[in-house]
Every structure is written in structure tokens, then in C-alpha cells.
């Protein structure tokens, strides 16, 4: 390819009137994502501290604090605008972040606490990310999330890329507690982004001055009342089971070969670091070029069908750098292939769908799978057997029978799309 089409190509992909957008959503993802990929090796240490064998412990009750945020969340986005209720969300995650850090210095990492941080860090990842997605949903149309979704979902990897390698850098100088300090300034530059983008907000949808009304628990409800929002709660359902018997076979092998708590914290932020070079690849290259040029049940194939071929080399070649391959291939595929075109199916729905439907299935539906997969690898290798091929193959089938329901959830989208066209054509 030439200078002058890559140029071309570029020009297309961006428009002129369309940069500020993308340079303060960039910005926030990057932000967001760099702010959390401090604090993600530093939650998995804490987590190896509470006991790998406990890890289904830690997975429900971060469910049973989603599910019990759920109906305040809901209330609050019933009652107030958008535009209001964004900041104040952020600005909560944020001032948590400083008390954990206020907490450490102040007590050590006590076992409480462990748990408190790991609990903490795994709602505010999913809850915050999910906001941001669902923000980006009012912001930018159908069209225009062809173009720029898989740009501003590399912000969030460029972003994870420079956030695993702050840990790497300075854990050794600082410990592993001032670390938290970094991730609460680049939570306060997500605020400034948030402010710059609301007018943006504002001006593409006119209903972000209203409060988006209706019950505070709609979006459980409106899972029963349509088949693809079934389709797609199984979807992410099965996407985070299998996600969670990658995470587990990582804290199995990591827990086994390395001892040392930094040496942890290093390994974790290594494997996120090449996570995210992945990750950007397919943001930047494949997945504008996917979502411009192949329909949608295609795109959605994609990961379930690698996660095949990944646990069954997994059963075949049981070694801890074949599971750690796995985690990076199966997460880098999650934010880099899947995610962008999952959350683009929310332009132009209406703001019910994509605060509350889409939080749910982001937050609670999401820690479901995790939560089930834990207690399930839990009692199979407490009852059944420790043998990691067995549950490999195990997967193997649960990720043959989400490729089916990837296409399922494609398919049923394309029909919504033709009938609204349909519509308005009438």
C-alpha cells in the first residue's frame, strides 16, 4: 500500500469535523484503561494472597455487590440526566481509589483488605468501562461506529500497553501500594475528558438533558421481552465461563512456578503488556476493516472459533506458557476483535437498552459467567478430577456451542437493522 492511500485511507476513516470526538474519547479510554491496567497486577496478587483455591469466593461476592448496586445504579439513571449522573459515578470510582491507597498505608495488606481491593478493582473495571461504552453509544451514530469505534478502542490498549508497563517500571522503587496513587491521577484526567465530551454528547443526542425514566430494574426485565437480548446476555455468558477457565489455569501455573509476591505483580504486567500490543493490532488493522466489509455474525465467529482451536491445545500441551499464550490470545481478541462490534450494536437504541439493559449484561450478567465458572472449577476439581485436559476438553465443547449462538446473535441483529429500515422507509 502506498504513502498516498494509506493517507487516503485515513482521511476516510477520520473527518475533519469529527477529531475533537475522537481525540477526547481517545483520551478518556486511554486514561481509563491505563489507570486500571496499574491496578490489575496488583489485584491478581492480591487475589494469589487470598488463595487461589478461594478465588470462587472472591468471584461471588463481587456478583453479589454487582447485584446489589444494580438497583441504586438503575434508580439513579431513572431520575437524573445523563449528563449529570456521568461525572458523579466517575468521581465516586475515583475518590474509592484514593481510600484504598489511604487504607494500605495506613493497615498493610491485611487479608480484608486483599479481598476489599480485589473485589473493588472488579466492579470498577467492568461498571466503568461498560459507562464509557454506553456514553460513546449516545455520542457517535451507527455510521460513524464503523469507522471510529475500533480507533477509540485502541486508545483503551494503548493505554493498558503504557499502564502494565508503570508496574514493571516502578514496583521494585516504589512498592506495590504507590502504585495506586497513579492510577487515581489518571482517574482524575477521565474526569476532565468526561467534562470536554459532554457538550459533544449534548449536541448529537438532545434526550442527554432528560433523565431516561422508567423503572430501576428495566434492564433485567427487558431480557425476557427479546430474543436477541437473550441471544446476547448467553453470549457474554459463555464469553466470561471460558474467559474465567483461562484465568484460573493462570493463577494455577503462577501460583505453582512462582512464589514471590513482586515477581507476581511482574509477570501479570508482562502478560497484559503483550495482551495489549495484541490487542492494538486488531483495534487499529482488523477490526475497522471487519466491521466496514464483513457482516456482523461473521465478525462475531471469530473469537469463539480460536477459542476452540486454544483449549484444545490447552488439553493436548497442558504447560503454563501454553495457558498464559491462551489468556493473551483469548483476552486481546475479547477487547480487539469482540468488543468493538458488541457495543456497536447499541448505536441507536434507545437509552433504556443502553444504560440499563447494557450495564446489566456488562456488570452483573458478565460476573454471573465469571462466578459460575469459578464455583464450577471448583467443584470439578474437588469432586471430579484435577486432571487441567479434562476441563480443557470440557471447554472445548462450551466454546463449539458459542460460536452457534455468536452467529445466532449476528444474524438476529442484521433482521432488526432491515426491519428498521423497512420502517423507515414506510
Known amino acids: 500500500m502506498s504513502t498516498n492511500s494509506i493517507a487516503t485511507y485515513w482521511k476516510d476513516l477520520v473527518r475533519s469535523e469529527e477529531r475533537a470526538v475522537l481525540f477526547w474519547s481517545f483520551t478518556f479510554f486511554f486514561c481509563l484503561l491505563c489507570g486500571y491496567f496499574v491496578l490489575r497486577p496488583i489485584r491478581e496478587q492480591m487475589g494469589v494472597a487470598a488463595g487461589v483455591e478461594n478465588y470462587q469466593w472472591l468471584f461471588s461476592l463481587t456478583l453479589v455487590t454487582m447485584i446489589l448496586i444494580q438497583p441504586i445504579y438503575g434508580k439513579i439513571v431513572s431520575k437524573f440526566p445523563r449528563k449529570t449522573f456521568?461525572?458523579?459515578?466517575?468521581?465516586?470510582?475515583?475518590l474509592f481509589i484514593l481510600l484504598l491507597w489511604i487504607l494500605l498505608q495506613s493497615f498493610g495488606q491485611t487479608l480484608f483488605l486483599a479481598r476489599l481491593f480485589f473485589v473493588f478493582v472488579s466492579v470498577y473495571n467492568v461498571f466503568t468501562v461498560s459507562l464509557f461504552w454506553s456514553f460513546m453509544a449516545d455520542i457517535i451514530g451507527a455510521e460513524q461506529g464503523k469507522r471510529l469505534f475500533g480507533l477509540i478502542a485502541a486508545g483503551g490498549s494503548i493505554g493498558g500497553i503504557v499502564g502494565t508497563q508503570i508496574p514493571i517500571l516502578l514496583v521494585e522503587q516504589i512498592g506495590s501500594v504507590n502504585l495506586i496513587l497513579v492510577s487515581f491521577a489518571l482517574m482524575v484526567l477521565v474526569l476532565l475528558s468526561l467534562m470536554n465530551?459532554?457538550?459533544?454528547?449534548v449536541e448529537n443526542d438532545p434526550d442527554m438533558e432528560k433523565a431516561v425514566g422508567g423503572s430501576a430494574l428495566e434492564g433485567i426485565r427487558m431480557i425476557g421481552r427479546s430474543k436477541l437480548l437473550m441471544q446476547m446476555t448467553t453470549l457474554i455468558v459463555i464469553a466470561t465461563f471460558l474467559g474465567t477457565v483461562l484465568y484460573y489455569l493462570q493463577g494455577y501455573f503462577v501460583r505453582e512456578q512462582l512464589s514471590d509476591p513482586d515477581q507476581q505483580?511482574?509477570?501479570?504486567?508482562?502478560?497484559?503488556?503483550?495482551?495489549?500490543?495484541?490487542?492494538?493490532?486488531f483495534q487499529f488493522v482488523l477490526t475497522p476493516y471487519l466491521l466496514q466489509r464483513v457482516k456482523i455474525h461473521k465478525i462475531l465467529a471469530i473469537m469463539p472459533t480460536m477459542l476452540v482451536l486454544?483449549?484444545?491445545?490447552?488439553?493436548?500441551?497442558?504447560?503454563?506458557?501454553?495457558?498464559?499464550?491462551?489468556?493473551?490470545?483469548?483476552?486481546?481478541?475479547?477487547?480487539?476483535?469482540?468488543?468493538?462490534?458488541?457495543?456497536?450494536?447499541f448505536t441507536g437504541l434507545d437509552g433504556e437498552t443502553k444504560y440499563k439493559f447494557k450495564n446489566f449484561l456488562d456488570t452483573v450478567i458478565y460476573r454471573t459467567g465469571d462466578t459460575a465458572a469459578q464455583w464450577l472449577n471448583k467443584g470439578f476439581t474437588t469432586f471430579i478430577s484435577k486432571n487441567i485436559q479434562l476441563l480443557a476438553l470440557?471447554?472445548?465443547v462450551v466454546a463449539i456451542y458459542w460460536v452457534k449462538n455468536a452467529i445466532t446473535v449476528g444474524r438476529l441483529v442484521l433482521a432488526q437493522q432491515a426491519e428498521q429500515k423497512n420502517t423507515e422507509k414506510a
Not at 86 to 94: I, Q, R
Not at 311 to 326: N, Q, R, S
Open 86 to 94: 456521568m461525572p458523579y459515578l466517575f468521581g465516586f470510582f475515583t
Open 197 to 201: 465530551l459532554r457538550r459533544f454528547a
Open 265 to 281: 505483580t511482574k509477570i501479570f504486567s508482562q502478560i497484559n503488556f503483550y495482551t495489549n500490543v495484541m490487542t492494538l493490532f
Open 310 to 345: 486454544v483449549f484444545a491445545l490447552v488439553g493436548l500441551v497442558p504447560m503454563i506458557y501454553v495457558a498464559l499464550g491462551g489468556i493473551m490470545l483469548q483476552r486481546s481478541m475479547a477487547y480487539g476483535i469482540m468488543k468493538p462490534p458488541t457495543d456497536w450494536l
Open 394 to 396: 470440557i471447554a472445548v
